[in-house]
Nanobody, 114 residues
C-alpha cells in the first residue's frame, strides 16, 4: 500500500505562490505516475498535474504555465510549485499514485483570497 501525507497549504493572496509537498509511505521509484488532484467545495475532484517515472509531465489547462510538478524518487516525495495563484485555485489538494493499494490522504487546504 502507498499512502501520502500532503503539506504546505495555507492562505495566500491572489498572485502569490505556495509549494506543496507530498511524502509517500513507501518507495515511489517504480510507480508509473504520481498526480496532484484538487477538490473545491461543491465540485468534483480533478487532476491538475501528473509526473511519470520517465520524466513526462502534464497539466490541466487551468494551471498550465503556473504550476510545476516534480518528484524526488530518492526522498519518496512529490512537489507542486504553484505560482500566480488565483481565487479559483482554492481547494483541498491531494496526491495520487497509479499503483494498486493506493488510498487517499487527508489533503492540504489551499485558500487564495485577499
Amino acid at each position: 500500500q502507498v499512502q501520502f501525507v500532503e503539506s504546505g497549504g495555507g492562505l495566500v493572496q491572489p498572485g502569490g505562490s505556495l509549494r506543496l509537498s507530498c511524502a509517500a509511505s513507501g518507495s515511489i521509484v517504480s510507480i508509473y505516475a504520481v498526480d496532484w488532484y484538487r477538490q473545491a467545495s461543491g465540485k468534483q475532484r480533478e487532476r491538475v498535474a501528473r509526473a511519470t517515472n520517465s520524466g513526462i509531465t502534464n497539466y490541466a489547462d487551468s494551471v498550465k504555465g503556473r504550476f510545476t510538478i516534480s518528484r524526488d524518487n530518492a526522498k519518496d516525495t512529490v512537489y507542486l510549485q504553484m505560482n500566480s495563484l488565483k481565487p479559483d485555485d482554492t481547494a483541498v489538494y491531494y496526491c495520487h499514485a497509479t499503483t494498486a493499494g493506493f488510498s487517499w490522504g487527508q489533503g492540504t487546504q489551499v485558500t487564495v483570497s485577499s
